[in-house]
């Protein structure tokens, strides 16, 4: 019988990770990490710059809840038709 303290039932038994010293190394097939990116028509990169007061400021965000105010303001452009 075992002794409490043996552990060697538990060791994995070691394998070999490197490739022998002779072989070729295959290329492993490269896998895509992320979403993929959108078609350029698609892509929102044109930036506007809007100061407004502090209590402009506060009020949009009032208005804008949960959303977010850029969100907010481009749901706005879009319901009026500024935007497509």
Do not use: C, F, W
Not at 66 to 82: M, N, P, R, S, V
């Amino acid at each position: 019988m075992p002794s409490k303290n043996n552990l060697s039932a538990l060791k994995a038994v070691r394998q070999t990770v490197l490739p022998e010293a002779g072989a070729e190394a295959k290329p492993q097939p490269s896998k895509q990490v992320g979403r993929r990116a959108k078609p350029e028509g698609e892509k929102r990169s044109y930036r506007v710059l809007l100061s407004l007061t502090p209590a402009e400021g506060a009020r949009l965000s009032e208005k804008a809840g949960l959303a977010g105010d850029a969100t907010y303001l481009y749901a706005k452009l879009k319901e009026h038709g500024i935007i497509d």
